[in-house]
């Protein structure tokens, strides 16, 4: 079974631009959720998004949206760029929602916000 | 809001040797899981091992092994006969069943591990 795929893989954009990237979740698995990992914050929980429903969203502003398709893949969207936008953005997908399912990530997408 | 501490920054270890990793985490709930995940240079991060709240038994994958403390809020990671290949961060990772786990997975900071050849 082919893993999580995310696109694109590296991203440079400018402040004030916005950028879309999406998520391929492994086949079957119905739930995607969004993770941002810098060296100040470590790894942060954006949003879980499951039957096209998003579930929760952690601590970030209004500039950080989701979608989730009817196939399962998602794409999140960050709008008016910051320079702390930089960051490595991880998508996972499982089975289902809910704390006992195992997710498993993508390989990441790197952006660079100059 | 649970939290989760790796208190190792960086750990070091010979080859074909024995390391544990610790994790902390702190949390008023009984019912969770906990996860070790890996991530090497390619930044793929990659399931070790996952353990129940509500299981005794420690969990192990291989050469992988935790040491679950329920009532110390313990969860380190043991690897044994360490190979180069082992090289990655280590983040040890929480997941609450509250809500239905929609709060995501909580992370700690993460442990750089370095293999000796």
């Given at each position: 079974k082919a893993g999580v795929t995310q696109t694109p893989r590296y991203l440079i954009k400018t402040r004030g631009q916005q950028v879309t990237l999406s998520c391929s979740p492994i086949s079957g698995h119905r739930s995607v959720s969004w993770y941002q990992q810098t060296p100040g914050q470590g790894l942060q929980f954006l949003f879980e998004y499951f039957s096209e429903t998003q579930r929760n969203k952690g601590?970030?502003?209004?500039r950080f949206s989701g979608r989730q398709f009817s196939n399962s893949r998602s794409e999140m969207n960050v709008s008016?760029?910051?320079?702390?936008?930089s960051a490595l953005y991880l998508c996972a997908s499982s089975l289902?929602?809910?704390?006992?399912e195992t997710q498993y990530f993508g390989p990441g997408t790197r952006l660079l916000v100059l | 809001a649970q939290t989760v501490t790796q208190s190792q920054p960086e750990m070091s270890v010979q080859e074909a040797e024995t390391v544990t990793l610790s994790c902390t985490y702190d949390t008023s709930e009984s019912d969770y899981y906990l996860f070790w995940y890996k991530q090497p240079p390619s930044r793929q991060m990659i399931l070790v091992i996952r353990q129940e709240a509500y299981k005794q038994q420690n969990a192990t994958e291989n050469r992988f092994s935790v040491n679950f403390q329920k009532a110390a809020k313990s969860f380190s990671l043991k690897i044994s006969d360490s190979q180069l290949g082992d090289a990655a961060m280590y983040f040890c990772a929480y997941r609450s069943t509250d809500r239905g786990g929609a709060d995501g997975l909580t992370f700690g900071k993460g442990t750089h591990l370095i293999i000796q050849p």
């Open positions: 601590n970030f502003p209004g008016t760029l910051e320079l702390g936008d289902a929602s809910g704390g006992q | -």
